[in-house]
Every structure is written in structure tokens, then in C-alpha cells.
């Protein structure tokens, strides 16, 4: 009977943990009609080629960029997305994207980005080199778009 009860138990348990398990999944819209997005994780794996990506799990310090043949391996030349996706575990600990342009970072194309489900349509969209939504300096934080909700997801485009 022991055993049944700690079967079941652990099942019951397991089911729980499925249900709160975080996911964060980043898509791409590539309107350009060329270049393949790119998206890099912490320790420079190539996550995605144009792909959706779903991380199991937290998705921290990741860039995203439009390579079109004349961007670095880090988005180097180009606009690049910065995105942290993580549930929330205290006021303001939550998820955070931003657009950058802070050299060796340059504006190439039209890019955007906006979370999906709870948090929408929070995003941003950068349309030239001056745009006021992407970082030009290290203390430009206001352009950071936060999302307070669990499993966040995330959609970027380019050439919108």
C-alpha cells in the first residue's frame, strides 16, 4: 500500500512540476526577403538559424541580428536584439529585450521586436540609425522593454 501511495504521489508531483516548468520560445519575422536571423546564446552557441527556439528553462543574456553577409559572428555591423527571458521571481526580476547600436553595433536594418501572450504588445521598433528606441550609449537603459509575466515569449522582425 506504501508503495502505492508513493507512486502515486510521485507521479501527481511530477505532473505538478510539468505544469510550472518555464519555456521561453523566440520567432522570427524575416519581411527582408533575405539574410538569415540569428540568434546567439551565452558562450556563443548558435541557437537558432531563422528557426523557432523554445529554451527549457531561463534564456539569459542571448543577441539576435539579421545576418546578411557583412555582420560579425557577435552581430558586430549590424542592429542587434539583446533579450534575457526569465519568469519573474521578485518585482522587476523578470524578462528584458532591448535593441543596441552601441558600437562595434550599427543600424542595418529595420528591426523590432515584441513579447507574445501577457506582456503584449510591450516591444520596440528602430527604423534608422537615430531611432529613439535602441541603446546609442551604456546609460541609455530607458529603451529596456520589461515583461513581469512567466514564460514569456518573444517575436522578431526585420525589415517590418
Known amino acids: 500500500m506504501f508503495s502505492i501511495k508513493l507512486a502515486a504521489f510521485t507521479a501527481i508531483a511530477f505532473a505538478a512540476g510539468q505544469a ?8 522570427f519575422a524575416n519581411n527582408c526577403g533575405y539574410g538569415t536571423p540569428t540568434l546567439i546564446g551565452q558562450g556563443g552557441a548558435v541557437l537558432s538559424t531563422g528557426g ?28 542587434l536584439v539583446e ?24 543600424f542595418s536594418v529595420t528591426t523590432g521586436f ?8 510591450a516591444g520596440a521598433d528602430c527604423n534608422n540609425a537615430n ?10 537603459t530607458f529603451v529596456q522593454v520589461a515583461c513581469q509575466e512567466d514564460n514569456a515569449n518573444l517575436v522578431i522582425t526585420f525589415c517590418s
Open 20 to 27: 510550472l516548468a518555464e519555456t521561453h520560445t523566440v520567432t
Open 83 to 106: 533579450t534575457t527571458l526569465v519568469n519573474p521571481t521578485s518585482a522587476g526580476s523578470g524578462s528584458s529585450t532591448d535593441i543596441s547600436l552601441i558600437s562595434p553595433h550599427a
Open 114 to 121: 515584441g513579447y507574445l501572450g501577457g506582456c503584449a504588445p
Open 131 to 140: 531611432c529613439n528606441t535602441a541603446f546609442h550609449q551604456p546609460d541609455d
Open 52 to 79: 523557432a527556439y523554445t529554451s527549457n528553462g531561463a534564456l539569459i543574456g542571448a543577441i539576435a541580428y539579421l545576418q546578411t553577409g557583412s555582420c560579425g559572428f557577435n552581430g558586430e555591423g549590424c542592429t
